[in-house]
């Protein structure tokens, strides 16, 4: 079964500053893709940023950029210039795409905080 | 216009009750979904439907029912309420089953069981 992990509950930084949230996963697969969604204190659940584990290019959305080390199997999300929007749950989450009934599986989130 | 809708947004309800959280999307995907949220906020999948057909069926108690009536609509209904039953309730639709675009969730149900 996959797995992933989450290994800071936590995290807190000021305002324009840059914060690198963690994330590993299990698999023997090669095939599969990997996402991070942010939920802010509005519950909604909103997808950041996409990983596709054939590319060797880390993907990048305005601020939001990953670090994609397959080998190592870690994909961590770097946040640039924060902002107080930025303050939320974020969740590292992997789905492998062979059989056609696969589901995303998440890990146990962090909770990021931006400080003023 | 919202992608996936879920009424009601807040749910409080008895032990022992019955419930249906209704979920409906406007995205033209093939595949939808429940998830729940506990109060730790870790997101685990329920049920997925793709083109009204059960796909997943991860170890629920069979109190919770899914119905798939079309396959822009994916409701749940839940029997005989449970404290332990307490939690965000969200439904997701992707456009396959591959998932490999990542899920649109709905904005999640909050259900309470007193």
């Known amino acids: 079964a996959q797995t992933v992990t989450q290994s800071q509950p936590e995290m807190s930084v000021q305002e324009a500053e840059t914060v690198t949230l963690s994330c590993t996963y299990d698999t023997s697969e090669n095939n599969y893709y990997l996402f991070w969604y942010k939920q802010p204190p509005s519950r909604q659940m909103i997808l950041v940023i996409r990983q596709e584990a054939y590319k060797q290019q880390n993907a990048t959305e305005n601020r939001f950029s990953v670090n994609f080390q397959k080998a190592a199997k870690s994909f961590s999300l770097k946040i640039s210039d924060s902002q107080l929007g930025d303050t939320a749950m974020y969740f590292c989450?992997?789905?492998?795409?062979?059989?056609?009934?696969?589901?995303?599986?998440f890990g146990t989130g962090t909770r990021l905080t931006i400080i003023p | 216009d919202t992608a996936v809708s879920q009424t009601p947004k807040y749910l409080v309800t008895q032990m022992g009750n019955d419930k249906s959280i209704k979920c409906e999307q406007n995205?033209?995907?093939?595949?939808m979904y429940w998830y729940k949220q506990d109060s730790k906020k870790f997101l685990k999948i329920m049920f997925s439907?793709?083109?009204?057909?059960?796909?997943i069926n991860e170890t629920v108690p069979n109190r919770f029912s899914p119905k798939s009536p079309d396959k822009a609509h994916l409701n749940l209904h839940i029997n005989s309420l449970e404290l332990g039953d307490s939690a965000v309730y969200f439904c997701?639709?992707?456009?396959?089953?591959?998932?490999?675009?990542?899920?649109?969730f709905g904005s999640g149900t909050r259900l309470t069981v007193v």
């Open positions: 995205l033209g995907h093939d595949t």
């Open positions: 997701a639709s992707s456009p396959s089953l591959t998932g490999r675009y990542g899920y649109t």
């Open positions: 989450a992997f789905i492998q795409s062979n059989f056609g009934n696969e589901k995303l599986t």
């Open positions: 439907y793709n083109n009204k057909e059960l796909i």
